[in-house]
């Protein structure tokens, strides 16, 4: 079956269709790691995007359980270039398309994905529309019209506030997407993890008494988030805060900073990132439309403590009377390299010296 891809600038792409059978409107990405497809597929914050990976066979570890980094998939679709429906791998237990279609998920094969990477490259990040039934050019120039939900957030978050029991420090985990990688980073370090519904008032989290609340990565603009925004403000000063990805673009938000669309983002397992501190480079996973604009950051209280080498936008920040630090990248990884998982160890110091702090106003 013939597969059709539409962008917004009139390009059109014809390849071979697999998954789920039907039309799917989404912001059309790149993604340019080499490995993870799983990952990437599984990641709350592509909620709503039609994702292209520019690696050129795809599908041919299957899927498995370990590596989902949440239940299902929020995409709305996958271009590559070619596909395995065969898997061959040891850890396989189903096909990619399978998979897709149980998630309802349309897929287009033997698209050039470079060319469309450098094209989204050059001309911005733009919408698209996929399809994998018989439908006319003229019938999917009109579907594109239609706008692109922007509650994304509410989409992905959890419905309900839910405890992994440790016997370690209690983390809030402020739900806006997250992905499972956090949950594991902080598990590992004996955490209990409390994950709270992205629209969860302070008060609530007040109650459920946390050594730290952790602002996860997520899908869309962050200023989509607002009752986000308004909560972090309440909590800032009263519990460490550890922000990654969308949590990152948050924080600068409720601190008064400013965030801004890219032309066409951050997309790959391998973006280099310097910390301002120590001038160490860190390789980093990284998938983000949006930034923090680092002028907007003048009359905050918030410094720049990590940019990205490529294009030297903001990748970190600190406050610099709370205890409160973020990174645009991910020290989970999944998929990519895992140089930054000391910062899991950083947030566990900042909830240690903030307890201990704590505990010298009570005596
Ligand atoms: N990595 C993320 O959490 C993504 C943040 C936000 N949705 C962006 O695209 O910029």
């Given at each position: 079956m013939r597969a059709k891809l539409l962008l917004e600038d009139g390009t059109r792409l014809t390849g071979v269709s697999f998954g789920a059978e039907k039309k799917s409107l989404g912001e059309v990405v790149f993604h340019t790691g080499m490995t993870g497809y799983q990952e990437i597929l599984t990641n709350p914050s592509f909620c709503g995007q039609i994702v292209t990976l520019t690696n050129p066979l795809i599908g041919n570890c299957g899927i498995n359980r370990k590596d989902a980094e949440s239940q299902g998939s929020f995409i709305h679709g996958l271009v590559v270039r070619e596909f395995a429906s065969v898997p061959s791998h040891w850890r396989s237990e189903k096909s990619l398309e399978r998979w897709l279609k149980e998630y309802d998920i349309p897929g287009i094969a033997g698209v050039d994905t470079r060319m469309l990477t450098r094209k989204i490259r050059m001309e911005g990040s733009m919408k698209g529309i996929i399809s994998t039934q018989d439908t006319s050019w003229e019938e999917l120039e009109e579907r594109l019209g239609v706008p692109l939900r922007e509650d994304l957030v509410s989409i992905v978050s959890s419905r309900s506030i839910h405890t992994s029991p440790n016997y370690g420090k209690r983390v809030v985990l402020m739900d806006f997407g997250a992905k499972y990688g956090l949950q594991r980073d902080l598990a590992k370090r004996g955490c209990e993890v409390v994950v709270v519904p992205w629209n969860t008032s302070a008060e609530k989290i007040h109650r459920l008494d946390p050594d730290g609340i952790l602002l996860s990565n997520g899908p869309g603009?962050?200023?989509?988030v607002p009752e986000g925004i308004q909560t972090i403000q309440k909590l800032l000063g009263h519990y460490p805060l550890f922000g990654i990805g969308l949590g990152h673009q948050l924080l600068a938000l409720a601190c008064g900073g400013d965030t801004q669309k890219m032309r066409f983002g951050h997309w790959g397992s391998n973006h280099p990132v310097k910390d301002l501190g120590t001038g160490q480079i860190y390789m980093t996973p990284q998938h983000h439309s949006y930034t923090v604009r680092e002028e907007s950051l003048q009359n905050t209280r918030l410094e720049i403590t990590h940019i990205a080498l490529n294009d030297g936008t903001c990748e970190g920040l600190s406050h610099r009377e709370f205890p409160a630090f973020s990174v645009q990248y991910h020290p989970e990884a999944a998929p990519g390299p895992w140089d930054s998982g000391h910062l899991f160890d950083q947030f566990m110091d900042l909830m240690e010296s903030f307890a201990q702090k704590e505990g010298m106003s009570h005596a």
């Amino acid at each position: 079956m013939r597969a059709k891809l539409l962008l917004e600038d009139g390009t059109r792409l014809t390849g071979v269709s697999f998954g789920a059978e039907k039309k799917s409107l989404g912001e059309v990405v790149f993604h340019t790691g080499m490995t993870g497809y799983q990952e990437i597929l599984t990641n709350p914050s592509f909620c709503g995007q039609i994702v292209t990976l520019t690696n050129p066979l795809i599908g041919n570890c299957g899927i498995n359980r370990k590596d989902a980094e949440s239940q299902g998939s929020f995409i709305h679709g996958l271009v590559v270039r070619e596909f395995a429906s065969v898997p061959s791998h040891w850890r396989s237990e189903k096909s990619l398309e399978r998979w897709l279609k149980e998630y309802d998920i349309p897929g287009i094969a033997g698209v050039d994905t470079r060319m469309l990477t450098r094209k989204i490259r050059m001309e911005g990040s733009m919408k698209g529309i996929i399809s994998t039934q018989d439908t006319s050019w003229e019938e999917l120039e009109e579907r594109l019209g239609v706008p692109l939900r922007e509650d994304l957030v509410s989409i992905v978050s959890s419905r309900s506030i839910h405890t992994s029991p440790n016997y370690g420090k209690r983390v809030v985990l402020m739900d806006f997407g997250a992905k499972y990688g956090l949950q594991r980073d902080l598990a590992k370090r004996g955490c209990e993890v409390v994950v709270v519904p992205w629209n969860t008032s302070a008060e609530k989290i007040h109650r459920l008494d946390p050594d730290g609340i952790l602002l996860s990565n997520g899908p869309g603009d962050p200023k989509n988030v607002p009752e986000g925004i308004q909560t972090i403000q309440k909590l800032l000063g009263h519990y460490p805060l550890f922000g990654i990805g969308l949590g990152h673009q948050l924080l600068a938000l409720a601190c008064g900073g400013d965030t801004q669309k890219m032309r066409f983002g951050h997309w790959g397992s391998n973006h280099p990132v310097k910390d301002l501190g120590t001038g160490q480079i860190y390789m980093t996973p990284q998938h983000h439309s949006y930034t923090v604009r680092e002028e907007s950051l003048q009359n905050t209280r918030l410094e720049i403590t990590h940019i990205a080498l490529n294009d030297g936008t903001c990748e970190g920040l600190s406050h610099r009377e709370f205890p409160a630090f973020s990174v645009q990248y991910h020290p989970e990884a999944a998929p990519g390299p895992w140089d930054s998982g000391h910062l899991f160890d950083q947030f566990m110091d900042l909830m240690e010296s903030f307890a201990q702090k704590e505990g010298m106003s009570h005596a």
